[in-house]
């Protein structure tokens, strides 16, 4: 049998039995290292040159490997926890009992989501290293799980005085949910990628490529707003206001025509120079953030840009106001608190980092005026912040990254993710929007 002796293969070749220029050397255990896919159950190499079985433990003697190698090999299984024991012949915690996997181990449990139990089919159930839950923390509690997109949810929506949530995607479909028995009762099927959907009063607005689609869902009008160039990544309304962020840059501006129950259109705003996909309103100003790392502050009386804002280094994802505070995400892994000056404008006041980029903010208060912030990073994780403080009060899980989050009545609230399904959670103590 003609056997490669480089790289893996000469792994391979002497955990088979192969002796090479060692051949007359006893094969031991101490020779071999346990393969760490295998611990977590997910091993699919064939074959494997590392030990699918655990290793025995140390003799009664003292053990003579060197501390240097067995540090190594803790390192390269990825952990170094209860399954390494430690002799007396190694540095550090010597007087730590350290059990072996198997047995009545205690396992200690890492921030992962197990991929094995997602499926329905993790083969280690209690005794597996990952999380086999959605949610750390006791301040709410999953309700249920609505399924049936099958891309990036956008949006999510409960529109004034209707008892249906509405949910988008990239799918292409806006999906139509009874929030009392919580099953599909209706899918729009659009033609075209949702970048986004919010509402206002009666009306669900819809942004897709190069349209902006208005339907008043009490008196079944719809209406298509023409005039974006690309994608609409982001819609907000400000008073009688329609504002929508686009893949060109652009943020055009509709007036609401009571009479006529139309959008007019009003404006168009330049400045960024690419797309917009972050939108708010508050304090009588209109805050933008866009794929150009630029935050642009508008006035609401006369639609001019009163400042930009420079400090993100790169896309700026989601903004909110909490108090007299502009809150900004980016994919730079951080949240800014900005704060104005004597003269009025903004600074940054305090930055928050995380581990990975943040895709979504969005704040509510608790049932005691407690500031909350939910704040959703790209790796599939939500952190919920206690404010000021950022002191962190819970986490949620996801299957892919949560880009949807939304506030509903009765602490209730939503998470859309990139796999389309879509949570329905409840506070254990009812909070309250900060700002709608």
Not at 12 to 17: I, K, M, Q
Not at 87 to 112: D, I, Q
Not at 221 to 232: E, F, I, K, N, W
Request: hydrophobic share 35%; proline share 4%; charged share 20%.
């Amino acid at each position: 049998m003609d056997l490669d002796m480089n790289g893996g293969n000469k792994r391979v070749f002497h955990r088979l039995g192969g002796g090479g220029g060692n051949s007359n050397r006893p094969k031991t255990d101490s020779n071999q290292k346990v393969c760490f896919h295998w611990r977590a159950g997910r091993c699919n190499r064939y074959p494997c040159p590392y030990l699918h079985r655990e290793l025995p433990g140390p003799g009664p003697g003292p053990v003579a490997t060197s501390s240097s190698t067995n540090k190594r090999v803790a390192d390269e299984s990825g952990f170094a926890g209860p399954s390494h024991r430690r002799g007396p012949g190694f540095s550090g915690s010597a007087n730590k009992t350290w059990e072996r996997f198997g047995g009545n181990r205690t396992v200690t449990k890492t921030e992962k989501l197990c991929k094995f139990w997602v499926d329905g089919n993790c083969p280690y159930g209690d005794k597996c290293r990952y999380l086999h839950c959605w949610s750390k923390g006791d301040s709410f509690s999953l309700l249920t799980q609505l399924d049936g997109h099958q891309k990036v949810v956008t949006g999510i929506a409960l529109p004034s005085g209707s008892d249906k949530l509405y949910t988008a995607s990239k799918d292409e479909t806006v999906r139509i949910w009874d929030c009392a028995s919580g099953q599909c009762t209706g899918v729009l099927n659009l033609c075209g990628e949702v970048g986004c959907m919010i509402s206002e009063g009666p009306w669900l607005l819809v942004g897709m490529p190069n349209l902006v689609k208005a339907w008043n869902i009490q008196n079944n009008a719809d209406l298509s707003l023409t005039g974006p160039v690309g994608q609409v990544y982001s819609l907000v309304v400000g008073t009688d206001l329609l504002f929508a962020g686009t893949q060109d840059g652009s943020i055009l501006v509709w007036k609401y025509n009571s009479t006529t129950s139309c959008f007019d259109p009003a404006a168009s705003l330049k400045g960024h120079t690419l797309a917009v996909v972050s939108l708010y309103v508050g304090a009588n100003r209109l805050y933008s953030g866009a794929m150009d790392n630029v935050i642009k502050v508008w006035s609401l009386d006369n639609l001019q840009c009163i400042q930009t804002l420079t400090e993100h280094t790169s896309v700026v994802m989601s903004l909110i106001c909490w108090d007299q505070f502009l809150l900004s995400c980016s994919l730079d892994n951080t949240v800014k608190i900005w704060a104005a000056t004597e003269g009025g404008n903004l600074e940054v006041t305090y930055t928050h980092k995380e581990e990975y980029g943040v895709l979504a903010l969005c704040g509510v208060h608790d049932a005691e005026a407690k500031p909350v912030l939910l704040c959703s990073c790209n790796d599939n994780s939500l952190h919920l912040y206690d404010l000021p403080s950022f002191t962190e009060r819970g986490k949620i899980l996801a299957k892919q990254e949560i880009r949807s989050i939304q506030i509903g009545p009765g602490g209730i609230f939503f998470t859309g993710d990139g796999s389309g399904q879509v949570k329905v959670w409840k506070w254990s103590t009812e909070p309250t929007v900060i700002l709608s």
